[in-house]
């Protein structure tokens, strides 16, 4: 059954793909179905020149076409043994696809395009460009809509040729007319070229895309960093506003136990002298009834017999008058109070300020930039420190620019100079928020911060005194407490340093048309930093930049 399905294949139209009908046979040895071929040809007039839609090969006059007797009649007899295959649906094509050129009636999807003839075949009209030798060479490529856009217009020829003084693909007919004395290249050299820079192209894409992404990374952790900070700074305010609510109240206890102590003592002071006053009351108006019945007595004799007898009266024990301020008792307590409060105010209204000032000064955005603009605002003059500087490196430039050499440099002895390795700090401590740029030349160098104590032999990075970032023609290498992290990023010789003491964070940049964030550190400083060079390499150098 495989077999005469072959069979059958072989004895079909490969323009309408049905068993051949009234075959006919053409001189290039092609068999087709009379009317097939015909209509072919017709639409072929007008060039005057007739092809076959196998081979291509073409034909002039026009040939003359008779029936194949013998084909037809092998014909008839293959559709008594099988009938015809019914094509699935979805070789057909839709509103979308390319459709087979070669098809009549219903087309079929076209599976590949061919830009040599050009035309687009289907799975089965496309069989004669494995077979035929001569169809063997033409380029096949995805099925296109677009296959006449390779030909030029006026001449009818595939544009091979690129015309580089109008931009524009050419056919070879064209460099001999109006194209004739300008510059045109291969379309494939052309190619070659501007595939090269779209590479590059693609390259910067795929670089500012890592640098983005770096930065989406950097930016989360810098979110998850604010939230932890603010969520601590509320924690601790809490505490500490706690505890002065928690001070307050106990010196509102104590306030209020002093003036209840007092006052018990007071009334009870004024309660003793009372009740001793009531006492010698009782005891006068006992003596003045004495003394009024004494008053009463008729008889002189017994008058005066009984006058000495009386007791004399005796001084009070209590003054006749008290000073007493009326209504001021503990008056001048409130006072006090609320002088107290009027201070806490004012100390209070000063401190909100420093704190919303600290608030508001919180920021963290500065990580990347495209400009210079917003970090020249926090730039910093650096000057190196002659007293520092190991006898192997030159200043200059007002002591801005350090260059390594062999002469040993007589430079005063000083506990601060460095014995080992040819570096330097600067003169200035950095502290707050400074920006710097360094321009290096030759060699390899490392740009630094740095505490002072660093030691006369430690090299900048290779301790957790100092920050370093090592620069050569290779790449970036950041250097902390002896681990050493390559650093990706576009090379130049300019670097910019970014460090805001304050918020424990410190940005190496390299600086050309744009700013590209290399390495961002995140920590805590305990005490003031110097900017430093290290110069590994003889006759490199480095300069810091004077911004403007």
């Known amino acids: 059954?495989?077999?005469?399905?072959?069979?059958?294949?072989?004895?079909?139209?490969?323009?309408?793909?049905?068993?051949?009908?009234?075959?006919?046979?053409?001189?290039?040895?092609?068999?087709?179905?009379?009317?097939?071929?015909?209509?072919?040809?017709?639409?072929?007039?007008?060039?005057?020149?007739?092809?076959?839609?196998?081979?291509?090969?073409?034909?002039?006059?026009?040939?003359?076409?008779?029936?194949?007797?013998?084909?037809?009649?092998?014909?008839?007899?293959?559709?008594?043994?099988?009938?015809?295959?019914?094509?699935?649906?979805?070789?057909?094509?839709?509103?979308?696809?390319?459709?087979?050129?070669?098809?009549?009636?219903?087309?079929?999807?076209a599976?590949?395009?061919?830009?040599?003839?050009?035309?687009?075949?289907?799975?089965?009209?496309?069989q004669p460009h494995y077979?035929?030798?001569?169809?063997k060479k033409h380029k096949l490529v995805n099925p296109s809509k677009s296959?006449?856009?390779?030909?030029?217009?006026?001449?009818?020829?595939?544009?091979?040729i690129f015309c580089r003084t109008d931009q524009q693909c050419i056919c070879y007919l064209c460099t001999m007319e109006e194209h004739k004395h300008h510059e045109t290249v291969p379309a494939a050299t052309e190619r070659a070229e501007k595939q090269k820079k779209l590479q590059e192209s693609r390259q910067q894409i795929h670089q500012r895309i890592q640098d983005q992404e770096k930065d989406v990374k950097l930016l989360r952790q810098e979110v998850e960093a604010i939230n932890v900070s603010a969520?601590?700074?509320?924690?601790?305010?809490?505490k500490i506003f706690t505890e002065l609510i928690r001070l307050l109240q106990e010196r509102s206890s104590d306030?209020?136990?002093?003036?209840?102590?007092?006052?018990?003592?007071?009334?009870?002071?004024?309660?003793?002298?009372?009740?001793?006053?009531?006492?010698?009351?009782?005891?006068?108006?006992?003596?003045?009834?004495?003394?009024?019945q004494?008053?009463?007595?008729?008889?002189?004799?017994?008058?005066?017999?009984?006058?000495?007898?009386?007791?004399?009266?005796?001084?009070?024990?209590?003054?006749?008058?008290?000073?007493?301020?009326?209504?001021?008792?503990?008056?001048?307590?409130?006072?006090?109070?609320?002088?107290?409060?009027d201070k806490l105010q004012d100390v209070l209204r000063d401190s909100w300020t420093n704190i919303e000032l600290k608030i508001t000064e919180v920021d963290?955005?500065?990580?990347?930039?495209?400009?210079?603009?917003?970090?020249?605002?926090?730039?910093?003059?650096?000057?190196?420190?002659?007293?520092?500087?190991?006898?192997?490196?030159?200043?200059s430039e007002r002591n801005r620019k350090v260059t390594r050499t062999d002469q040993q440099q007589s430079y005063p002895d000083h506990p601060d100079s460095f014995s080992r390795c040819s570096q330097a700090l600067s003169r200035e401590s950095l502290t707050g928020r400074c920006y710097w740029e360094v321009k290096r030349r030759a060699g390899e160098v490392y740009v630094a911060v740095s505490y002072k104590n660093i030691g006369s032999t430690g090299g900048f990075g290779f301790s957790d005194k100092s920050w370093s970032l090592r620069c050569d023609t290779q790449g970036y290498i950041f250097c902390h407490n002896n681990i050493l992290t390559p650093v990706p990023g576009p090379v130049s010789s300019r670097l910019g340093v970014y460090l805001d003491h304050r918020a424990g964070i410190l940005c190496f940049y390299s600086v050309s048309e744009t700013m590209t964030l290399l390495h961002r550190v995140q920590t805590r400083f305990t005490e003031p930093l110097y900017a430093g060079i290290w110069l590994v390499c003889d006759e490199s150098s480095a300069k810091f930049i004077k911004l403007k």
């Open 131 to 135: 077979d035929a030798p001569p169809l």
């Open 364 to 395: 963290v955005l500065l990580l990347r930039l495209n400009t210079r603009d917003g970090f020249l605002k926090y730039a910093q003059k650096i000057t190196l420190d002659p007293n520092t500087a190991h006898r192997n490196v030159l200043l």
């Open 147 to 160: 296959l006449q856009e390779i030909f030029c217009s006026r001449h009818d020829e595939v544009m091979k």
């Open 294 to 341: 004494l008053s009463h007595t008729e008889d002189h004799n017994q008058f005066l017999l009984n006058y000495p007898s009386l007791p004399a009266l005796s001084e009070s024990t209590h003054s006749s008058s008290f000073n007493i301020r009326p209504l001021r008792h503990f008056e001048d307590v409130t006072a006090a109070v609320s002088e107290l409060r």
């Open 1 to 109: 059954m495989e077999k005469r399905g072959v069979q059958q294949e072989k004895f079909s139209c490969s323009i309408c793909l049905d068993p051949l009908k009234d075959p006919v046979t053409i001189p290039c040895g092609h068999s087709y179905c009379m009317n097939c071929i015909k209509d072919h040809w017709d639409g072929e007039d007008q060039r005057g020149i007739y092809s076959c839609p196998q081979c291509r090969k073409e034909f002039k006059p026009r040939p003359d076409m008779e029936k194949n007797i013998l084909l037809s009649e092998l014909v008839e007899d293959l559709k008594k043994i099988k009938p015809k295959p019914v094509p699935h649906v979805d070789c057909y094509a839709g509103p979308e696809d390319v459709v087979c050129d070669v098809c009549t009636g219903r087309k079929r999807k």
């Open 231 to 238: 969520d601590k700074a509320v924690e601790d305010s809490e």
């Open 111 to 126: 599976v590949k395009s061919c830009s040599t003839c050009p035309a687009s075949y289907c799975e089965n009209h496309l």
């Open 255 to 292: 306030v209020k136990q002093q003036i209840r102590s007092q006052q018990e003592t007071e009334v009870s002071r004024v309660k003793d002298v009372q009740e001793k006053l009531k006492q010698e009351i009782t005891e006068l108006k006992r003596k003045d009834a004495e003394l009024e």
